[in-house]
């Protein structure tokens, strides 16, 4: 089944600069990339996705690349603020299947003032 | 927006007792899962659920696990008997397309604490 790696267990930036967090995926039927955001004591909200048939994403702050060649997939956050920090998800959902989303680690996001 | 609402947030039992996990998803949503997160990292997948079956399941949803939602009422997860290795939290997730089409909301989690 699908495998998601996710990079980076921890990183710091601050306030300002950009962040970057990558990951890597085994299946190359997956075709959907989303990304959650996790606060202290919460569930996961989803924060941008992107999609097979594109490499580039971007909504307001947050951008992601997609290399399907690579199966490698990041997401950006430029001007990074304070309540950036959180942890962060990357996912993918394998084509094979429409029931499943499979999770990397996550990666704990902390922007310092 | 849409909120995914679990109860209870927080169980202790003793192992071997049976507990049941509630979730009250996204009213027009079709899609439920049930998501193990422990130490506050890794995602795991258990299950989802849709037209009223398991329509796939991870190795970790062992047989004393089941999933129901009689009557479009709560989504539950029950665990029967508990085990040591079964304490973590639990999250609840809805959609209304599967994982290839859009988002899943999640609930804030059950922790459950097995003694």
């Known amino acids: 089944g699908e495998k998601v790696e996710q990079h980076e267990s921890t990183l710091s930036v601050r306030e300002g600069d950009s962040a970057v967090i990558n990951c890597t995926y085994t299946d190359t039927a997956s075709s959907y990339f989303p990304w959650y955001k996790q606060e202290a004591g919460k569930g996961l909200h989803f924060v941008i996705d992107?999609?097979?048939?594109?490499d580039r994403k971007q909504s307001q702050r947050l951008i992601v690349l997609l290399d399907k060649k690579a199966k490698r997939f990041s997401l950006h956050i430029t001007a990074t603020q304070p309540e950036d920090s959180a942890i962060y998800f990357c996912a993918a959902s394998s084509g094979g299947s429409n029931y499943k989303l499979t999770f990397g680690k996550g990666t704990l996001l902390t922007v310092t003032p | 927006g849409p909120k995914v609402l679990q109860i209870p947030s927080h169980q202790i039992i003793d192992m071997g007792q049976m507990v049941t996990l509630n979730c009250d998803p996204v009213?027009?949503?079709?899609?439920f899962y049930w998501y193990k997160q422990i130490l506050g990292q890794q995602m795991e997948f258990l299950v989802n659920f849709y037209n009223g079956k398991v329509m796939e399941k991870s190795k970790l949803f062992k047989d004393q696990f089941s999933v129901e939602r009689p009557d479009g009422s709560y989504f539950t997860l029950k665990i029967q008997p508990t085990a040591l290795e079964d304490s973590a939290v639990y999250f609840c997730?809805?959609?209304?397309?599967?994982?290839?089409?859009?988002?899943?909301?999640f609930g804030e989690g059950s922790k459950l604490t097995v003694l």
């Open positions: 992107i999609r097979s048939n594109v």
């Open positions: 009213s027009n949503h079709l899609y």
């Open positions: 997730a809805s959609s209304l397309w599967g994982t290839n089409t859009g988002q899943l909301y």
